[in-house]
């Protein structure tokens, strides 16, 4: 009985190890799972990979116009006082046929920086208003929020690309400019840059 559960006990401990150290696979190319602690020439294959992903699906060409015109009718929130009513106070929305929720300062979750909208014939599309019912931004989603990968868009109010997170299957979120390049990588609520150094920027 001691023999069997030492060599159960051995086994364990080797199968336990193979899994914490086995990388992922992602779009072709095999990571270690903390973007921080590896090699730049590991960090840079990942971000090429997502770049290239990226770039097939077509996120970085611009055609706003189009944009712009669609959001239009959104531009300005007709019923952004009871929406924050909604949302501060839990009064019951206006219409049917949305949702809102707050959007909050990350450092400080009291204080409240704007709303959004989501339609339910649109549920991958945010509005996001500022306190006076203005849109500043849209987000949209390309996926599904519970299977990597995926990403957002995030456009502003005149169409204009200005971001695009990308949750990657190594389960980090890369922040990509409108031209491609990388602005940063998310680990624990905190962004990184290409080199995997701590860049000081509030993520909302």
């Given at each position: 009985?001691k023999?069997?559960?030492?060599?159960?006990?051995?086994?364990?401990?080797?199968?336990f190890?193979?899994?914490?150290?086995?990388?992922v696979?992602?779009?072709?190319?095999r990571?270690?799972?903390?973007?921080r602690?590896?090699t730049?020439?590991?960090?840079?294959?990942?971000?090429?990979?997502?770049q290239?992903?990226?770039?097939?699906?077509?996120v970085f060409?611009?055609?706003?116009?189009?944009?712009?015109?669609?959001?239009?009718?959104?531009?300005?929130?007709?019923?952004?006082?009871?929406?924050?009513?909604?949302?501060?106070?839990?009064k019951?929305?206006?219409?049917?046929?949305?949702?809102a929720?707050?959007?909050?300062?990350?450092?400080?979750?009291?204080?409240?920086?704007?709303y959004?909208?989501i339609?339910?014939?649109?549920?991958?599309?945010?509005?996001v208003?500022?306190t006076?019912?203005?849109?500043?931004?849209?987000?949209t989603l390309?996926?599904?929020?519970?299977?990597?990968?995926?990403?957002?868009?995030?456009?502003?109010?005149?169409?204009?690309l200005q971001?695009?997170?990308?949750?990657?299957?190594?389960?980090?979120?890369y922040?990509?400019?409108?031209?491609?390049k990388?602005?940063g990588?998310v680990?624990?609520?905190k962004l990184?840059?290409?080199v995997g150094?701590?860049?000081?920027i509030?993520?909302?």
């Amino acid at each position: 009985m001691k023999k069997f559960l030492t060599i159960f006990t051995v086994l364990f401990a080797v199968i336990f190890f193979l899994v914490k150290i086995e990388p992922v696979s992602a779009y072709g190319i095999r990571v270690q799972k903390d973007y921080r602690f590896t090699t730049q020439q590991d960090r840079n294959r990942r971000i090429k990979s997502y770049q290239e992903y990226l770039q097939k699906e077509g996120v970085f060409e611009d055609e706003h116009y189009a944009r712009k015109e669609a959001y239009k009718k959104y531009k300005k929130d007709k019923n952004f006082r009871a929406n924050l009513n909604h949302i501060k106070h839990g009064k019951p929305l206006p219409e049917k046929g949305y949702t809102a929720k707050g959007n909050y300062y990350q450092m400080a979750d009291k204080i409240l920086s704007g709303y959004s909208i989501i339609y339910d014939d649109d549920p991958n599309t945010e509005y996001v208003y500022n306190t006076l019912g203005d849109l500043y931004q849209v987000v949209t989603l390309t996926g599904e929020e519970h299977i990597l990968p995926h990403y957002k868009t995030v456009y502003a109010f005149n169409g204009y690309l200005q971001r695009v997170i990308f949750s990657a299957i190594d389960g980090y979120d890369y922040i990509f400019y409108p031209t491609g390049k990388l602005q940063g990588v998310v680990v624990d609520g905190k962004l990184y840059n290409r080199v995997g150094r701590p860049v000081k920027i509030w993520l909302k």
